[in-house]
Protein backbone atom coordinates (compact mmCIF):
# COMPACT_ATOMS: atom_id res chain seq x y z
CA UNK A 1 0.00 0.00 0.00
CA UNK A 2 2.73 2.20 0.03
CA UNK A 3 2.98 3.87 -3.64
CA UNK A 4 -0.63 3.32 -4.96
CA UNK A 5 -3.35 4.87 -7.34
CA UNK A 6 -6.54 6.12 -5.06
CA UNK A 7 -9.76 6.62 -6.00
CA UNK A 8 -11.30 9.96 -3.97
CA UNK A 9 -15.21 9.92 -3.49
CA UNK A 10 -16.56 13.37 -2.50
CA UNK A 11 -20.27 13.01 -0.74
CA UNK A 12 -21.84 16.38 -0.47
CA UNK A 13 -24.35 16.22 2.88
CA UNK A 14 -26.97 17.99 2.65
CA UNK A 15 -27.38 19.57 5.25
CA UNK A 16 -23.91 19.03 6.57
CA UNK A 17 -23.25 17.80 10.38
CA UNK A 18 -20.64 16.06 11.93
CA UNK A 19 -23.47 13.24 12.89
CA UNK A 20 -24.76 12.93 9.42
CA UNK A 21 -21.38 12.68 8.14
CA UNK A 22 -20.44 9.69 10.64
CA UNK A 23 -23.84 7.86 9.94
CA UNK A 24 -22.48 7.64 5.87
CA UNK A 25 -19.38 6.66 7.43
CA UNK A 26 -20.09 3.85 8.95
CA UNK A 27 -22.53 2.41 5.97
CA UNK A 28 -19.61 3.29 3.31
CA UNK A 29 -17.47 1.43 5.81
CA UNK A 30 -19.08 -2.18 4.50
CA UNK A 31 -17.02 -1.12 1.27
CA UNK A 32 -13.34 -1.56 1.44
CA UNK A 33 -12.74 2.53 1.99
CA UNK A 34 -9.45 3.13 3.81
CA UNK A 35 -9.92 5.96 5.21
CA UNK A 36 -12.27 8.95 5.59
CA UNK A 37 -12.23 13.00 6.26
CA UNK A 38 -14.88 14.93 6.40
CA UNK A 39 -14.65 18.80 5.15
CA UNK A 40 -18.08 20.70 5.30
CA UNK A 41 -20.18 19.88 3.11
CA UNK A 42 -18.51 16.97 2.49
CA UNK A 43 -17.23 13.28 3.10
CA UNK A 44 -14.25 12.51 1.38
CA UNK A 45 -13.27 8.74 0.93
CA UNK A 46 -10.61 6.76 -0.32
CA UNK A 47 -10.49 3.43 -2.13
CA UNK A 48 -7.62 1.91 -3.89
CA UNK A 49 -8.30 2.07 -7.73
CA UNK A 50 -8.67 -1.69 -8.39
CA UNK A 51 -11.29 -2.09 -5.78
CA UNK A 52 -13.59 0.84 -6.63
CA UNK A 53 -17.02 -0.13 -7.69
CA UNK A 54 -19.56 2.72 -8.32
CA UNK A 55 -22.55 0.58 -8.53
CA UNK A 56 -21.75 -1.18 -5.15
CA UNK A 57 -21.44 3.08 -3.73
CA UNK A 58 -25.02 3.71 -5.39
CA UNK A 59 -26.09 0.87 -3.51
CA UNK A 60 -25.05 2.14 -0.22
CA UNK A 61 -25.71 5.82 -0.62
CA UNK A 62 -29.41 4.59 -1.72
CA UNK A 63 -29.88 3.47 1.55
CA UNK A 64 -29.12 6.63 3.47
CA UNK A 65 -32.75 7.38 2.45
CA UNK A 66 -34.90 8.36 5.68
CA UNK A 67 -32.18 9.45 7.48
CA UNK A 68 -33.16 12.87 7.32
CA UNK A 69 -30.92 14.26 4.37
CA UNK A 70 -29.59 14.00 1.00
CA UNK A 71 -26.24 12.64 -0.47
CA UNK A 72 -24.46 13.75 -3.67
CA UNK A 73 -21.05 12.03 -4.92
CA UNK A 74 -18.72 12.38 -7.49
CA UNK A 75 -15.29 10.61 -8.11
CA UNK A 76 -11.47 11.73 -9.20
CA UNK A 77 -8.48 9.50 -9.35
CA UNK A 78 -5.72 10.68 -7.27
CA UNK A 79 -1.64 10.85 -8.02
CA UNK A 80 0.29 7.75 -6.30
CA UNK A 81 0.57 8.41 -2.63
CA UNK A 82 3.02 7.56 0.00
CA UNK A 83 -0.26 6.84 2.23
CA UNK A 84 1.74 5.32 4.80
CA UNK A 85 3.66 8.01 5.83
CA UNK A 86 0.06 9.36 5.62
CA UNK A 87 -1.38 7.30 8.38
CA UNK A 88 2.18 7.37 10.37
CA UNK A 89 1.91 11.48 10.58
CA UNK A 90 -1.48 11.00 11.94
CA UNK A 91 -1.48 7.55 14.12
CA UNK A 92 -0.48 9.08 17.93
CA UNK A 93 -0.73 6.36 20.74
CA UNK A 94 -3.68 6.11 22.49
CA UNK A 95 -3.90 4.59 26.29
CA UNK A 96 -7.18 3.02 27.21
CA UNK A 97 -7.99 3.91 31.55
CA UNK A 98 -4.34 3.61 32.15
CA UNK A 99 -4.23 -0.35 31.35
CA UNK A 100 -3.96 -0.48 27.49
CA UNK A 101 -1.56 1.22 25.16
CA UNK A 102 -2.37 1.12 21.54
CA UNK A 103 0.71 1.96 19.34
CA UNK A 104 2.54 1.46 16.11
CA UNK A 105 5.79 0.23 15.51
CA UNK A 106 7.26 3.86 14.62
CA UNK A 107 6.59 4.95 18.35
CA UNK A 108 9.60 4.66 20.78
CA UNK A 109 10.11 4.89 24.47
CA UNK A 110 6.41 4.89 25.50
CA UNK A 111 5.67 4.22 29.10
CA UNK A 112 4.21 0.49 29.35
CA UNK A 113 0.63 -0.08 30.66
CA UNK A 114 -0.72 -3.94 31.46
CA UNK A 115 -1.41 -4.50 27.70
CA UNK A 116 0.58 -3.37 24.97
CA UNK A 117 -0.86 -3.47 21.50
CA UNK A 118 1.12 -2.96 18.64
CA UNK A 119 -0.72 -2.56 15.11
CA UNK A 120 0.37 -1.79 11.56
CA UNK A 121 -1.86 1.16 10.82
CA UNK A 122 -2.73 0.42 7.47
CA UNK A 123 -6.66 1.86 7.96
CA UNK A 124 -7.47 4.96 9.49
CA UNK A 125 -10.75 2.90 11.32
CA UNK A 126 -9.86 0.40 14.26
CA UNK A 127 -6.60 1.88 15.65
CA UNK A 128 -8.77 2.80 18.53
CA UNK A 129 -8.90 6.44 18.17
CA UNK A 130 -12.65 6.23 17.18
CA UNK A 131 -15.04 6.66 20.66
CA UNK A 132 -16.99 3.17 19.82
CA UNK A 133 -13.15 1.14 19.56
CA UNK A 134 -12.23 2.94 22.86
CA UNK A 135 -15.23 1.76 24.76
CA UNK A 136 -15.22 -1.09 23.23
CA UNK A 137 -11.56 -2.09 24.22
CA UNK A 138 -12.71 -0.48 28.12
CA UNK A 139 -15.39 -3.40 27.76
CA UNK A 140 -13.30 -5.74 27.65
CA UNK A 141 -10.91 -4.54 30.18
CA UNK A 142 -13.74 -4.18 33.22
CA UNK A 143 -14.98 -7.82 32.10
CA UNK A 144 -11.66 -9.34 32.92
CA UNK A 145 -12.95 -12.45 34.67
CA UNK A 146 -15.35 -13.08 31.31
CA UNK A 147 -12.60 -13.25 29.01
CA UNK A 148 -9.96 -15.51 30.72
CA UNK A 149 -9.48 -19.31 29.92
CA UNK A 150 -12.60 -18.37 27.56
CA UNK A 151 -13.50 -18.53 23.74
CA UNK A 152 -13.71 -15.02 21.72
CA UNK A 153 -15.34 -13.86 18.34
CA UNK A 154 -14.37 -9.69 17.00
CA UNK A 155 -17.07 -9.81 14.84
CA UNK A 156 -16.18 -6.88 11.90
CA UNK A 157 -12.07 -7.12 13.69
CA UNK A 158 -10.96 -4.32 10.96
CA UNK A 159 -7.30 -3.88 12.62
CA UNK A 160 -7.97 -6.75 15.77
CA UNK A 161 -7.40 -4.36 18.38
CA UNK A 162 -9.81 -6.01 19.83
CA UNK A 163 -9.26 -9.43 19.43
CA UNK A 164 -5.76 -9.03 20.02
CA UNK A 165 -6.56 -7.46 23.91
CA UNK A 166 -8.64 -10.79 24.53
CA UNK A 167 -5.90 -12.71 23.33
CA UNK A 168 -3.30 -11.03 25.81
CA UNK A 169 -5.95 -11.01 28.59
CA UNK A 170 -5.66 -15.01 28.28
CA UNK A 171 -8.58 -15.66 26.26
CA UNK A 172 -7.98 -19.34 25.50
CA UNK A 173 -8.76 -19.04 21.43
CA UNK A 174 -9.96 -15.71 19.80
CA UNK A 175 -11.42 -15.45 16.39
CA UNK A 176 -11.98 -12.39 13.90
CA UNK A 177 -13.97 -11.76 11.18
CA UNK A 178 -14.04 -9.01 8.80
CA UNK A 179 -15.65 -8.68 5.48
CA UNK A 180 -13.38 -7.11 4.25
CA UNK A 181 -10.63 -9.13 2.62
CA UNK A 182 -7.82 -6.10 3.45
CA UNK A 183 -8.79 -5.77 7.05
CA UNK A 184 -8.69 -9.28 7.39
CA UNK A 185 -5.19 -9.88 6.18
CA UNK A 186 -4.11 -6.76 8.44
CA UNK A 187 -5.69 -8.87 11.27
CA UNK A 188 -3.98 -11.61 10.42
CA UNK A 189 -0.54 -9.89 10.09
CA UNK A 190 -1.04 -7.84 13.58
CA UNK A 191 -1.90 -10.74 15.35
CA UNK A 192 1.41 -12.11 14.65
CA UNK A 193 3.04 -8.86 15.60
CA UNK A 194 1.51 -9.03 18.66
CA UNK A 195 3.02 -12.65 19.09
CA UNK A 196 -1.03 -13.85 19.64
CA UNK A 197 -0.85 -15.67 16.30
CA UNK A 198 -1.06 -19.03 17.83
CA UNK A 199 -4.27 -18.46 19.47
CA UNK A 200 -5.79 -16.07 17.07
CA UNK A 201 -7.70 -17.15 13.32
CA UNK A 202 -9.37 -14.21 11.46
CA UNK A 203 -11.46 -14.49 8.47
CA UNK A 204 -12.40 -12.92 5.49
CA UNK A 205 -16.24 -13.49 5.65
CA UNK A 206 -19.95 -12.32 7.39
CA UNK A 207 -22.16 -13.50 10.41
CA UNK A 208 -23.24 -16.41 8.46
CA UNK A 209 -19.51 -17.95 9.43
CA UNK A 210 -20.45 -17.87 13.44
CA UNK A 211 -21.95 -21.03 12.70
CA UNK A 212 -19.10 -23.81 12.90
CA UNK A 213 -18.62 -22.85 16.26
CA UNK A 214 -19.90 -21.23 19.72
CA UNK A 215 -18.24 -18.38 21.71
CA UNK A 216 -18.36 -16.83 25.66
CA UNK A 217 -17.54 -13.91 24.34
CA UNK A 218 -19.19 -11.93 21.11
CA UNK A 219 -17.54 -8.45 20.35
CA UNK A 220 -19.40 -6.06 17.19
CA UNK A 221 -18.41 -2.74 16.85
CA UNK A 222 -19.55 -2.63 13.48
CA UNK A 223 -23.08 -0.13 12.61
CA UNK A 224 -26.69 -0.12 13.83
CA UNK A 225 -28.01 -1.51 10.62
CA UNK A 226 -25.96 -4.81 10.67
CA UNK A 227 -26.14 -5.05 14.11
CA UNK A 228 -29.74 -5.13 13.94
CA UNK A 229 -29.61 -7.82 10.88
CA UNK A 230 -27.08 -10.04 12.69
CA UNK A 231 -27.85 -9.92 16.60
CA UNK A 232 -30.05 -12.99 16.14
CA UNK A 233 -27.09 -14.80 14.48
CA UNK A 234 -25.10 -13.20 17.57
CA UNK A 235 -27.67 -14.59 20.28
CA UNK A 236 -27.72 -18.09 18.53
CA UNK A 237 -23.97 -18.19 18.53
CA UNK A 238 -23.59 -17.57 22.43
CA UNK A 239 -22.55 -20.26 24.76
CA UNK A 240 -24.96 -19.91 27.91
CA UNK A 241 -23.95 -17.10 29.90
CA UNK A 242 -22.18 -15.78 27.46
CA UNK A 243 -21.78 -11.87 26.77
CA UNK A 244 -22.33 -9.73 23.60
CA UNK A 245 -20.49 -6.17 23.32
CA UNK A 246 -22.26 -3.73 20.51
CA UNK A 247 -21.15 -0.99 19.27
CA UNK A 248 -20.76 1.44 16.59
CA UNK A 249 -24.12 3.55 16.75
CA UNK A 250 -25.80 6.85 18.57
CA UNK A 251 -27.86 6.74 21.96
CA UNK A 252 -30.88 7.24 20.05
CA UNK A 253 -30.23 3.78 18.38
CA UNK A 254 -30.32 2.31 21.77
CA UNK A 255 -33.86 1.29 22.01
CA UNK A 256 -33.67 -0.67 18.94
CA UNK A 257 -30.45 -2.39 19.58
CA UNK A 258 -31.78 -3.11 23.14
CA UNK A 259 -35.33 -4.66 21.76
CA UNK A 260 -33.57 -6.82 18.85
CA UNK A 261 -31.02 -8.04 21.60
CA UNK A 262 -33.82 -8.97 23.77
CA UNK A 263 -36.35 -10.27 21.30
CA UNK A 264 -33.59 -12.87 20.91
CA UNK A 265 -32.72 -14.07 24.58
CA UNK A 266 -30.51 -11.43 25.38
CA UNK A 267 -30.24 -9.73 28.61
CA UNK A 268 -29.69 -6.47 28.74
CA UNK A 269 -26.54 -5.78 31.53
CA UNK A 270 -25.12 -1.80 31.18
CA UNK A 271 -24.13 0.77 28.50
CA UNK A 272 -21.07 3.53 27.93
CA UNK A 273 -20.81 6.24 25.74
CA UNK A 274 -18.73 8.76 24.39
CA UNK A 275 -20.00 11.64 22.46
CA UNK A 276 -23.22 10.51 21.89
CA UNK A 277 -21.77 7.14 20.72
CA UNK A 278 -23.07 3.83 22.64
CA UNK A 279 -21.28 0.10 23.41
CA UNK A 280 -23.71 -2.05 25.06
CA UNK A 281 -22.61 -4.83 27.46
CA UNK A 282 -25.54 -8.08 26.76
CA UNK A 283 -25.93 -11.41 28.53
CA UNK A 284 -27.48 -14.68 27.15
CA UNK A 285 -30.07 -16.00 29.54
Not at 152 to 164: E, P
Request: aromatic letters at 10%.
Amino acid sequence: MNSQEYIEVSIKITPYSEENAEIVTAEISELPYESFTSEDPYLKCYIQKDLYDQSALRVVLSGLEGYGFEVEHSANLMPAVNWNAIWESQFTPIVVDGKCTIKASFHEGLKKTRFNITIDPKMAFGTGHHQTTFMMCRALLENEDAVRGKTVMDMGCGTAVLAILAAKMKAAHVYGIDIDAVAAISAYDNARLNRVGKIMETYCGDASLLQRNTYDVLLANINRNILLQDIPTYALSLRHEGLLFVSGFYMEDMPMIVGMATANGLEYVSHDSIDNWCCIKFRKA
